[in-house]
């Protein structure tokens, strides 16, 4: 069974950092092509940032060069490392097996101004 287990959220002040992890279970992250999504209140679910299964990332234009998706292989797990973040950026992060239906549950952040 594929398990996703995202934890790192909370409350920041604008400009502050944080750091997302995924722990996966069931799968091989390394394997797989990873990514996150976020969906603030009344929006779409949308995706933030992708780490393809050969390493390449890619990310929405509204968080390039402030969002970082990385792993690591040895611990199965997936990262999103946010930096400069601004109260736009106030949603629950989810953490996805591309390409699947896995979800992990969702972790809160919220950026205060």
């Known amino acids: 069974q594929v398990q996703l287990v995202e934890s790192g959220g909370g409350l920041v002040q604008a400009g502050g950092s944080l750091r997302l992890s995924c722990a996966v279970s069931?799968?091989?992250?390394?394997?797989?092509?990873m990514s996150w999504y976020r969906q603030a209140p009344g929006k779409q679910r949308e995706l933030v940032g992708i780490i393809f299964s050969g390493g390449n990332t890619n990310y929405a234009d509204s968080v390039k060069g402030r969002f970082t998706v990385s792993r690591d292989n040895a611990k199965n797990t997936v990262y999103l490392q946010m930096n400069s973040l601004a109260p736009e950026d106030t949603a629950v992060y989810y953490c996805?097996?591309?390409?699947?239906?896995?979800w992990g549950q969702g972790t809160q952040v919220t950026v205060s101004s």
């Open positions: 996805h097996v591309h390409f699947s239906q896995v």
């Open positions: 069931g799968i091989s992250s390394s394997l797989n092509t």
